[in-house]
C-alpha cells in the first residue's frame, strides 16, 4: 500500500514538472511567434460600403487627413488582416494561421490586436462589422446608409449617425448610442446593456434582451417595442409618437417625463413607475397591491394599458 503511495506521489511530481516545462515553453514560444508587429494599408480605390469581419481585434473608424483610405492593423504573425478594395466594398478580414496547438496550448498573449480604419469621406452607403471579442468605435463624424453592427463579449460606442436602419446584436458586450439618427432601431442582446442617448428614430426601436438593461435618455421615435426577462427598461425625456410595447418578466420600467399616444406595459413582478407627460385611459391589472395612478377625473387621452402580477404600479402625470 506505501508503494502505492508513493508511486502516485512520484507520478504526480512528475506531471508537474512536466506541465511546468509545457508552461515555461509556451511562454517561450508565445513571446517570440505572438509578437505584435504594426501594419499599414494605403489604398487607391474609393470605397462606398464597408465590410469587417474579425475575431479579436478591436476596431475604430477614424477621420483621414487626406483623401485616401487607410487601414492601419496592430497584428501577430501568424494572425493578420487582408485589406481589399472591390467594386468599391473595403473588406477586411482576420486571417489565421496557426495551429491548434498554438491557438489552445501555447497561447500566452491575451493583448487585443487593433484596427483603425481611416476614411477621407462623411457619408457612405452600408457599414457591417463582426466581431467577437473585440470593441467596436465610430465617431460622430460619419454618416451611412445602414450600420449592421454584431459581436459576442466585444462592447460598442456609436455616435454616427444612418439614414437608413441600425441593427446591432450583441451577447455579452455592452453597447452606448449617442447623438445617433436613424430609421429604425434594432437591438438584441442576451446580457449585453443598451444606452442609447440623444437619438432620432424616424421609424420603430425594436429590442430585445434577457438580463441586459434599456436605457433611452432624449431619444425620440415613432413607435416602440421591447422584451426583456430581468432586465430593467428605463426612458428618461423620451417621447414615442404612436405606440409603446414593453413586457419584462422581472425586470422594473421606469419613466421619467416619457410618453407615446399608446401604451401596453406588462411585467410579472417587475415595478412599473414613474411620470408621463400627458394624460392617459388607463386599463390597469393588478394580482397585488392598489396601484397608484393620477384621479380618474383626471384621465383622458390615449389608452395607457398596465398589466403586472405582483410588481408594484406607481403612475404620475408630470
Known sequence: MKGFVVGLIVLGGVCLVGGAAVLAYGIHKGKI???????EYVLEEDADNISIDVS???????????????????????????????????TIKQIDERKWYQKYLFNFNWRSMDIAVYLPETDYSDVTIDTNTGNVS?????TFANMTLESDTGNMTINSKASGDIDIKVHTGNVRLADVDGNSLKFKSSTGNLNCKNAEIKGAIDCTSSTGDLRFENVKALSYKSKTSTGDVIFINTV?????????????????????????????????????LTPKMFDVSSDVGKPKLPPVSEWSGGVCKIDTDTGPIDISIA
Open 138 to 142: 465610430i465617431p460622430k463624424d460619419f
Open 240 to 276: 414615442v409618437d404612436t405606440h409603446m410595447e414593453v413586457k419584462t418578466s422581472t425586470g422594473a420600467v421606469v419613466f421619467t417625463k416619457s410618453d407615446a399616444e399608446t401604451m401596453d406595459i406588462r411585467t410579472d413582478t417587475g415595478s412599473i413607475k414613474g411620470t408621463l
Open 33 to 39: 511567434n505572438d509578437g505584435f508587429v504594426t501594419n
Open 56 to 90: 479579436t481585434a478591436n476596431v475604430h473608424f477614424e477621420k483621414a487627413e487626406d483623401d485616401k483610405i487607410k487601414v492601419v492593423c496592430t497584428e501577430k504573425e501568424k494572425v493578420y488582416h487582408s485589406v481589399s478594395v472591390s467594386n468599391k466594398l473595403l
